[in-house]
């Protein structure tokens, strides 16, 4: 076992200090793209600004006889364009494939230092979390890197969310966590085909009516409501990240035609606690931006609770409701994301701005 004062030790000599806080950067949208798709990789340039994180892709979704081009592809997109306040992240092959191996030792000589964050695959527990963390400290150290590259775990086997807890703190590089629902879907050998979203026939149904001689009609109409498949795991994954200090992201959303039920599935992760998604298409950008932003009413009851709370103690009443020490920490989450989106977001600035220059009472 390590020594919790080893833990903010380098793992390799001359490596940068692991980080002691893991930066509260906006990461709405996590956009994915294939380096090795020409189209693709000639959008990228001009999406930086537009969304809070790039992710060059280099497992599932592209083709095993590309994995080459999209290694050297992501290596040229990273020192040739200027990502501003844009991160950069990628996605290598799982641990288990040909590919991993190749992934981080040429991407982290040739654009570690543009780098943010790596996105494990199929995370199965704290080892494979340890055996990144030392490659990286080596490579960092070979490379002369001055920042460590982060580290973000995708869940999708039954075993990665057993060990969830685990994962969030097996490194101080550990950046967050994302759902995997294809693969968790069928690594669990649930009967759905579709990447994340709901299913029809997860549902509950409403009570059957009595009929006169009060004995149930079962085969009446009856309401049925669709429930949300990914719930017990997100929460897992909200809870395990808040207590190590990192970040929960929903995931994909496959079905790209149906933006209105994809909004829907990013609101429930947002609620829930997650800071963002990721985006497979870029009109699912749009989608996050605006699901990820706390909405300007909430924006202007937050600040109302925070003025009436004064000193943050006690109990007041606002609009009929109560409010006390514990609502007003919700608000101030809300306040401080809102500052922190409005520093990288000037339209939204605008909209929370206008919220003072609002009469009173308004
Ligand atoms: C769905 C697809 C095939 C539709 O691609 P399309 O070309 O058929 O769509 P389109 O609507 O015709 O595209 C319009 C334009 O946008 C471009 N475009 C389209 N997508 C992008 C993009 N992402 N970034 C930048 N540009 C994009 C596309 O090239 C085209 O350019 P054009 O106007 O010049 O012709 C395509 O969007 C795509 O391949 N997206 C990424 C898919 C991906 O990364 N999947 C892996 C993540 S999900 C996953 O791995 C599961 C998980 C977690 O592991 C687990 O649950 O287990
Ligand atoms: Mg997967």
């Keep these: 076992m390590r020594s919790a004062k080893d833990f903010f030790a380098p793992l390799a000599v001359g490596a940068p200090a692991p980080v002691r806080e893991v930066p509260a950067r906006p990461s709405r949208a996590i956009h994915f793209f294939d380096p090795s798709n020409p189209k693709m990789a000639a959008k990228v340039p001009d999406m930086v600004g537009t969304v809070d994180v790039l992710l060059g892709n280099l497992e599932d979704a592209v083709k095993a006889d590309k994995k080459v081009e999209a290694r050297e592809g992501l290596v040229r997109i990273g020192q040739d364009v200027d990502f501003g306040p844009t991160q950069l992240w990628t996605r290598i092959n799982s641990l288990d494939s040909p590919w991993a191996l190749d992934d981080l030792t040429t991407l982290v000589p040739a654009i570690g230092h543009k780098l943010d964050v790596v996105m494990v695959p199929?995370?199965?527990?704290?080892?494979?979390?340890?055996?990144?963390?030392?490659?990286?400290?080596q490579l960092e150290a070979k490379a002369g890197l001055e920042r460590p590259i982060l580290v973000h775990a995708i869940l999708e086997t039954a075993r990665g969310v057993a060990n969830v807890e685990e994962?969030?703190?097996?490194?101080?590089?550990?950046?967050?966590l994302s759902l995997g629902p294809a693969d968790l879907a069928a690594d669990r050998r649930m009967k759905t085909t579709r990447v994340g979203g709901g299913h029809p026939g997860?549902?509950?149904?409403?009570?059957?009516?009595?009929g006169e001689d009060g004995t149930a009609q079962i085969e009446a109409q009856r309401a049925t409501y669709q429930q949300d498949l990914?719930?017990?795991?997100?929460?897992?994954?909200?809870?395990?990240?808040?207590?190590?200090?990192?970040?929960?992201?929903?995931?994909?959303?496959?079905?790209i035609t149906d933006v209105v039920a994809c909004e829907d599935q990013f609101r429930n992760a947002f609620?829930?606690?997650?800071?963002?998604?990721?985006?497979l298409h870029p009109k699912q950008i749009a989608i996050a931006n605006r699901v990820f932003s706390p909405s300007v009413e909430d924006i202007r009851h937050a600040r109302r609770v925070v003025a009436a709370m004064g000193d943050g103690t006690g109990a007041v009443m606002l609009d009929g409701k109560m409010?006390?020490?514990?609502?007003?920490?919700?608000?101030?989450?809300?306040?401080?994301?809102?500052?922190?989106?409005?520093?990288?977001d000037p339209e939204l600035k605008k909209q929370y701005d206008a919220i003072d220059a609002e009469p009173q009472g308004a």
Aim: net charge negative; glycine share 8%.
């Design 271 to 279: 609620l829930l606690g997650c800071v963002g998604t990721w985006s």
């Design 122 to 137: 199929k995370v199965q527990g704290a080892e494979d979390i340890h055996y990144v963390d030392r490659l990286l400290a």
């Design 230 to 255: 990914w719930h017990y795991t997100v929460a897992r994954m909200v809870d395990a990240c808040a207590a190590h200090g990192i970040y929960p992201y929903y995931g994909p959303f496959g079905d």
């Design 167 to 176: 994962i969030c703190g097996a490194s101080p590089r550990m950046q967050g």
């Design 202 to 210: 997860y549902l509950v149904r409403q009570d059957p009516p009595k």
């Design 323 to 344: 409010e006390d020490d514990a609502s007003l920490k919700q608000c101030l989450v809300m306040v401080d994301l809102a500052e922190q989106l409005a520093a990288v």
